[in-house]
């Protein structure tokens, strides 16, 4: 029998940016296909959730997420980063076991906190300050952070609360409960095969480091399973579709099939989010286009070399560079950097530029 070839490094372009990119759907059909929306609080020039969703939403507006998400199945939560999943992946994560134990008067402190919420059923972190006065303390970048406002953002890791709303940006709580998880190693086993599941199909195809790095940066979310975790991801590598391409072993879902003629390319120019699916994995990027994409907002200004918040620039399946957006006055302010150098000289490229910033100008637009 003839064996099938192997997908080369184009179809396996084709296939990351199709299978990610699908046709635009309702918002909770979009989360629930992406299984998890990776958040960020900078706009430059937008959330990098919405920047994410408004390409797998139809009529997506910067802040519908927001806007929607106390009427949908849909919970802010930790997983492999801090962002936003279906609700029924929830009983995947927790009850959540932290490594670090807090002291008696942490416990204390969380324990009257929760009543507080309790009794006021949602509660803005402000009032929880005016409230109980906690002070401040130093946070993870070193600096001053409202004591409150962490406690609270600790309370909803270990489980003890939800994000009911956001107002203007900011995390308004409630009381939550889990349901007792069975503990079992058969149980944890399976909770573990099914968070490697939700990371493949997100960002599959992987680079074999790629999935290694996912499944310990799932520990985030799930420090309880860090080593039916690592039981897994063996069991992955054995069921998951795989081949190797120069020097590097790649895989995907067995289910699924890289080389497909569904897997096309379109005329649309897409700005990307820093943190979309399609270059969220920095080594996959360099792989598959050949140049090293950095995210910069956390750099010195004057070592930048693509800009505070550079959107990767794909077109007819090549990330041919990047662009910085700023919105002034009601007008898009865009930026553009190319990986060759200069700019494709074709008129389609630049009609299909042109497009893509009158569709982001809609997007920024409010909500009629």
């Not at 490094?9 to 990776?38: H, N």
């Not at 090293?292 to 794909?314: D, H, I, N, S, W």
Request: hydrophobic fraction near 40%; charged fraction near 25%; glycine fraction near 6%.
């Amino acid at each position: 029998m003839p064996t099938t070839p192997p997908p080369t490094l184009e179809d396996l372009r084709r296939y990351a940016i199709a299978r990610s990119l699908l046709t635009p759907a309702t918002l909770l059909a979009a989360v629930r296909r992406l299984g998890f929306v990776q958040a960020d609080p900078i706009r430059a020039p937008a959330r990098a959730q919405d920047l994410t969703l408004r390409h797998r939403v139809k009529d997506y507006r910067a802040g519908d997420l927001e806007r929607c998400y106390p009427r949908l199945p849909i919970d802010e939560d930790c997983q492999v980063n801090y962002g936003f999943m279906p609700s029924e992946h929830l009983a995947l994560l927790h009850p959540r076991q932290p490594r670090k134990a807090w002291d008696e008067q942490t416990q204390r402190r969380a324990a009257d906190v929760l009543a507080f919420v309790r009794e006021h059923g949602a509660v803005h972190p402000r009032e929880v300050d005016q409230h109980f006065a906690h002070g401040r303390v130093t946070n993870y970048w070193g600096g001053s952070s409202n004591a409150s406002t962490q406690l609270l953002n600790d309370m909803h890791y270990r489980g003890l609360l939800r994000v009911q709303r956001r107002d203007s940006g900011t995390r308004v709580y409630e009381a939550a409960a889990h349901p007792p998880a069975d503990d079992s190693p058969a149980a944890c086993a399976r909770r573990a095969d099914a968070l490697i599941d939700l990371v493949v199909r997100k960002y599959a195809p992987l680079p074999a480091p790629s999935l290694t790095y996912l499944v310990r940066l799932l520990g985030y979310g799930a420090p309880h399973l860090v080593r039916p975790l690592q039981a897994a991801l063996l069991r992955a590598r054995g069921h998951l579709a795989s081949c190797r391409i120069e020097g590097t072993t790649w895989y995907w879902p067995a289910d699924e099939n890289p080389r497909s003629r569904r897997h096309t390319t379109d005329d649309r120019l897409r700005l990307l989010a820093p943190f979309d699916p399609v270059v969220w994995d920095r080594r996959r990027f360099t792989l598959l286009w050949g140049w090293t994409y950095k995210f910069e907002a956390y750099t010195p200004a004057a070592l930048r070399q693509f800009g505070y918040y550079a959107l990767p620039m794909l077109w007819r399946g090549h990330m041919l560079g990047w662009a910085n957006i700023q919105a002034r006055d009601g007008q898009l302010a865009p930026a553009f950097g190319y990986a060759a150098g200069a700019a494709p000289q074709e008129p389609a490229f630049h009609s299909a530029l042109d497009e893509e910033l009158q569709r982001m100008g809609d997007f920024l637009m409010p909500q009629r």
